[in-house]
C-alpha cells in the first residue's frame, strides 16, 4: 500500500513544485482520511455491538442465576406433593388424582424450562458470536493503525518526490534540505512504531527501500553541492598561485586560506579529503617562502645590531608558523 497511492496517483505528483507542497500533502491527506474514517467507523460499530453483547451477556447471567433458584424451589414443592401423597394414604381417590394431576402439570413446566433454560442460556451461540466480533475488532485495530503508519510515510514519499524535482532543476540545496527533514521524520517514525507489528511487517521493504534512497540522495545533492564550491575555490588556488609566483607571499598564503576554509566546510567526500591536500600542499612552500623572508629581515637587523627588533622579528616567524593552517 506504501507506494502504491504515491506512485499510481500522476496526478497528485504532477502537483509537486516550489509553491504547493502543502496543498498537494493536504489532497494526500484527504484521501487517506477517506479510508481511514470508514474504517474508523466500521470499527466503532465494532466495539458498541461488543459492548452490547457484553452488557447482555451480564443480564443473562443473572436472569440464569433467578432461574435456576425458581427451578431449585419448584422440585422442592415436587418432593412436598409427594410427600403429602405417601403419608396421606387414607385421602379418597379423588384428592389423590388431584395431586397426582398437579404434579404431572409442573413435570411439564420442569421439562419446558429446562429445553428453554439450555437454549436460552446456551454459553457456546453467545461465546462464538462475540469471539467473531473481537476478531474483527482486532483486524480493523491492524488496519486502522496501517492507515496512520502508511499516511505518515507516504506524506514523506511526496516531499522525497519534491526533493527530487529540486535536484533535477539544480536546486540542490533545498533538495538536500528535503531528503535530510524527510530522513529526520522518517527516523522518528520508526522510532515511536519500535513496537508496531505492522510496521514491522513493512520494514523490510518500504521502509528500508525508502531509507536507503533518502541515504543515497543526501550523498548526491552534498556532491552536487560540493561540485559547485569547487568552481568557486578553484579560480581562489589559480589568484594564490598567480600571487606566488609574483613573491607576494604573504597575499597568497591569505588567497590558499581562503579556499582551504571553503573547503572545510564542505560535506564529507573522498574529492574534499583530495582538495585539502592540494591547497595544504601549495600552503606549505609558500609559507617557507614567506618564513625565509621574515627570517631574512631578522637576520639583517641583528647584523645591524638592532636586537629587539631582531627578536621580535623572529617571533613574529614563529608565531606565522603556528598559524599556517
Not at 1 to 6: D, I, P
Not at 49 to 71: D, F, H, T
Not at 81 to 89: E, H, K, M
Amino acid at each position: 500500500m506504501l507506494y502504491k497511492l504515491v506512485i499510481n496517483n500522476r496526478e497528485i505528483l504532477n502537483m509537486v513544485n516550489d509553491k504547493n507542497l502543502e496543498l498537494v500533502e493536504e489532497k494526500q491527506e484527504n484521501e487517506l482520511n477517506y479510508q481511514f474514517k470508514s474504517t474508523k467507523s466500521e470499527l466503532e460499530e465494532i466495539i458498541e455491538k461488543i459492548r452490547r453483547m457484553q452488557k447482555r451477556k451480564k443480564r443473562r447471567a443473572l436472569k440464569k442465576k433467578i432461574y435456576e433458584n425458581l427451578i431449585i424451589i419448584v422440585v422442592g414443592l415436587i418432593g412436598g406433593g409427594f410427600s403429602v401423597l405417601f403419608i396421606n394414604t387414607e385421602e379418597d381417590v379423588a384428592a389423590i388424582f388431584v395431586i397426582i394431576s398437579v404434579i404431572v402439570v409442573i413435570i411439564s413446566l420442569i421439562v419446558f424450562s429446562i429445553l428453554f433454560y439450555f437454549r436460552y442460556f446456551s454459553p457456546k451461540k453467545t461465546h462464538k458470536s462475540l469471539k467473531i466480533l473481537l476478531e474483527k475488532k482486532a483486524i480493523l485495530e491492524k488496519k486502522l493503525n496501517n492507515f496512520k503508519v502508511s499516511f505518515e510515510i507516504e506524506r514523506l514519499l511526496i516531499r522525497l518526490y519534491a526533493g527530487d524535482r529540486k535536484f533535477d532543476l539544480g536546486d540542490f540545496s533545498n533538495a538536500l534540505l528535503l531528503y535530510q527533514t524527510t530522513q529526520n521524520e522518517l527516523n522518528l517514525i520508526l522510532k515511536s512504531n519500535s513496537n508496531n507489528v505492522s510496521l514491522e511487517n513493512i520494514r523490510t521493504f518500504s521502509v528500508k527501500k525508502m531509507q536507503d534512497t533518502l541515504e543515497h540522495k543526501i550523498i548526491l545533492a552534498q556532491n552536487k553541492l560540493n561540485e559547485q564550491k569547487f568552481r568557486e575555490i578553484n579560480p581562489i588556488i589559480e589568484q594564490g598561485n598567480l600571487l606566488k609566483n609574483q613573491n607576494l607571499n604573504e597575499k597568497a598564503i591569505e588567497a590558499f586560506k581562503k579556499a582551504l576554509e571553503i573547503t572545510n566546510n564542505l560535506f564529507e567526500s573522498p574529492e574534499r579529503d583530495q582538495k585539502i591536500k592540494e591547497i595544504k600542499s601549495l600552503i606549505d612552500p609558500t609559507c617557507l617562502n614567506k618564513i625565509k623572508e621574515i627570517n631574512a629581515k631578522g637576520n639583517q637587523l641583528r647584523n645591524q645590531n638592532k636586537f629587539d627588533r631582531a627578536i621580535q622579528t623572529f617571533r613574529n616567524a614563529l608565531q606565522f608558523t603556528d598559524n599556517i593552517y
